[in-house]
Structures are given as structure tokens and as C-alpha cells.
């Protein structure tokens, strides 16, 4: 997240930081909060820093909630 910051704050390009989203995806077995938490964060560019098990579990609510297609972008490590 820092390094993240770094860039963001030295960009000629303007980018921001718009917000952080912790998901805890153990706690929320169905998706449900992961599905509303994504969907109320309007950044178009996300980072995601997951296991594989997560992130299989983060892009099937991101679907759900619209915020995985064309328009939206990820990066995932």
C-alpha cells in the first residue's frame, strides 16, 4: 500500500488514492458484504493482494456486483 501511495503522490498523470477496502472473505462466506463493499467503491483501478482461494472468491462477487467487466480494471498480485 505504500508503494501505492508513492506512485499515486509523484504521478504527473494525477492519479489519487481514492480509498482502501479490506475484505475479509473468511467471515463472509456467501459474499454478500464482499458484494456491497465493492460495489460502493466507485474506483474504476483496483488493487487486489489476495491468496488464489480469495481472489476465486472477490471476482465471483465483483461479477455479481458489476464491477468486473470492461470498465473496471484490476491488478491482482
Not at 458484504?33 to 472477490?58: F, G, P, W
Request: aromatic residues 10%; contains cysteine.
Amino acid at each position: 500500500l505504500a508503494m501505492v501511495e508513492g506512485m499515486t503522490d509523484g504521478s504527473f498523470i494525477g492519479w489519487e488514492k481514492k480509498s482502501v477496502v479490506v475484505l475479509n472473505v473468511t467471515d463472509d462466506p456467501g459474499g454478500a458484504r464482499t458484494k456491497r463493499l465493492l460495489k460502493d467503491n466507485e474506483a474504476q483501478v483496483r488493487l487486489l493482494y489476495c491468496s488464489l482461494e480469495e481472489a476465486e472468491l472477490i471476482f465471483r462477487a465483483a461479477w455479481a456486483a458489476g464491477q468486473a467487466g470492461s470498465s473496471h480494471m484490476w491488478f491482482a498480485v
